[in-house]
C-alpha cells in the first residue's frame, strides 16, 4: 500500500488548496461588498484562510520528502542540484512577475517611485515558499544525516512561531533594502512575509520525518489516524484558549502561536482523511493530483487572467470589480477551475511524455516574454 499512495494524500490536499485559492481570489476581486458583509461569509472566510498554511505546509513536506536520503548527491552539485535549485528560481520568477505595474521595462523604468518598487517587493505566498525551500536546500547540503535535517525544521518552526510576534514589531525598512525588509513583516504591504509562514513549511518539513518513519514500518495506516487525533487536538485546543480561555491576552499578540497551531490541525486532520481515502482506491486517479503536479503554473495562470490586462484586453478583474452577485462570481470561479485543469492535464502529460519539448517550450516563452518585457 505504500508503494501504491506514495505521498499522494499530500498532493491531494494540494490540489484541492489550490482549487480553492481560485475561489479565494475571484470572491476577494469580484464579489460584492455587501456579499462579503453576510452572516455565512466569515465561516467561508475561516475555510479560505486555510489555502496559504495547507499550500505552504504540503510544499516543504514534499520537497523534504524528495530530498531524504539523496544529501550526498546534492552536495556533488551536479544535475539534481541544478535542476532543484532552478525550480526554486522559477518560484521566484513567477512570484515577481505577477508584481510588474507594468509588462514593459521602459514604463517600469520610467514610471518607478517608492510606492511602485515597495509594491514590486511585497512578498506573496510564492516567495515564501520559494525562499523556505531554499533555506531546505542549503539545509540538505549542511546536514548530512537525515535526522539532522529534521531537528533544524523542528528548531525554525519552533523559532518562526515564537519570533515572529517580535519581527512584528520591527520596522526592518529602517536597516535593510526594501527588497529583503518586506520578507520579514507585514509592515509595509506584505501578505505572507517569512514571519510567520515559513512555519508551515518548516511544520511540513518535520512531520515528513513521521510519514518517513510509517512507511519504513509499513504502518501508513496509523500514521494517518494518529494525523487525525492529533490534528483533532490542536485545533480544539487552540479555539478553546483563543476564544474561551485568553481572548483578550492572545489578541494582544499578533501573530500569536495558537494561529498556527489551530491551522496545523485542520491540516494533520485533512492529510489524514486524505491518506484512508485513498487507500481504498486502486489506481487513483485525480484531477485534484494533475493541479497538485502542475501547482506553479495554476497559480500564475489564474492570476494572469484575472488581473492583467494584455494586448489592450481587460483583465476580469478591471471589468468586474466589486461588482459580481454570488451566482455570477461562483460561475467566473468554475470556469477558471476548469480552464486551469484542462492546462495542468496537458501541460502534465506532455512533461511525462515529451520532456524535451516541454523543456523548449518553456524556454522559448521565457525567452520570447523577456524580449517582448524589454521592448516595449
Excluded: C
Excluded at 169 to 184: H, M, Q, R, S, T
Amino acid at each position: 500500500m505504500a508503494t501504491k499512495n506514495r505521498a499522494l494524500f499530500i498532493d491531494l490536499l494540494k490540489g484541492l488548496a489550490l482549487l480553492v485559492m481560485i475561489e479565494v481570489h475571484v470572491f476577494n476581486a469580484l464579489l460584492l461588498p455587501e456579499i462579503k458583509n453576510d452572516w455565512w461569509f466569515r465561516y467561508l472566510n475561516f475555510i479560505n484562510g486555510l489555502v496559504a498554511p495547507a499550500f505552504t505546509f504540503t510544499s516543504g513536506m514534499v520537497f523534504v520528502l524528495t530530498l531524504t536520503k539523496k544529501g550526498d548527491e546534492l552536495r556533488k552539485f551536479g544535475k539534481d542540484f541544478w535542476r532543484r535549485l532552478s525550480r526554486i528560481g522559477m518560484i521566484f520568477l513567477a512570484a515577481y512577475s505577477l508584481h510588474l505595474p507594468y509588462f514593459s521595462f521602459s514604463k517600469v523604468f520610467i514610471n518607478t517611485n517608492f510606492q511602485t518598487l515597495n509594491s514590486f517587493f511585497h512578498v506573496d505566498v510564492l516567495q515564501a515558499i520559494g525562499s523556505g525551500l531554499l533555506v531546505l536546500l542549503i539545509a540538505r547540503l549542511v546536514f548530512k544525516k537525515d535526522e539532522s535535517l529534521f531537528l533544524f525544521s523542528a528548531f525554525m518552526t519552533l523559532f518562526v512561531v515564537f519570533f515572529s510576534p517580535i519581527a512584528w514589531k520591527i520596522d526592518f525598512l529602517k536597516y535593510l533594502p526594501i527588497g529583503i525588509a518586506n520578507y520579514l513583516n507585514k509592515m509595509h504591504g506584505s501578505q505572507f512575509p517569512i514571519f510567520p509562514w515559513w512555519n508551515f513549511i518548516f511544520a511540513g518539513a518535520f512531520t515528513s520525518k513521521f510519514y518517513l518513519m510509517a512507511k519504513e514500518k509499513n504502518q501508513e495506516n496509523i500514521f494517518a489516524r494518529q494525523l487525525i487525533i492529533i490534528g483533532t487536538a490542536f485545533f480544539f485546543i487552540s479555539v478553546l484558549l483563543i476564544n474561551v480561555l485568553f481572548p483578550e491576552n492572545l489578541a494582544s499578540i499578533i501573530p500569536h502561536p495558537f494561529f498556527f497551531l489551530e491551522r496545523l490541525g485542520v491540516i494533520y486532520v485533512l492529510l489524514g482523511i486524505g491518506y484512508l481515502y485513498i487507500e481504498k482506491k486502486e489506481n487513483y486517479k485525480s484531477i485534484l493530483l494533475d493541479i497538485s503536479r502542475e501547482s506553479l503554473i495554476v497559480y500564475w495562470l489564474h492570476l494572469q487572467f484575472l488581473y492583467r490586462d494584455l494586448f489592450n484586453y481587460k483583465g476580469i478583474y478591471n471589468r468586474f470589480n466589486d461588482s459580481l452577485n454570488l451566482i455570477e462570481a461562483s460561475l467566473v470561479t468554475v470556469i477558471l477551475i476548469i480552464l486551469m485543469i484542462i492546462i495542468a492535464n496537458f501541460w502534465g502529460k506532455l512533461k511525462l511524455e515529451k520532456p524535451d519539448i516541454a523543456r523548449n517550450i518553456t524556454i522559448i516563452l521565457l525567452l520570447n516574454a523577456f524580449i517582448i518585457f524589454m521592448l516595449r
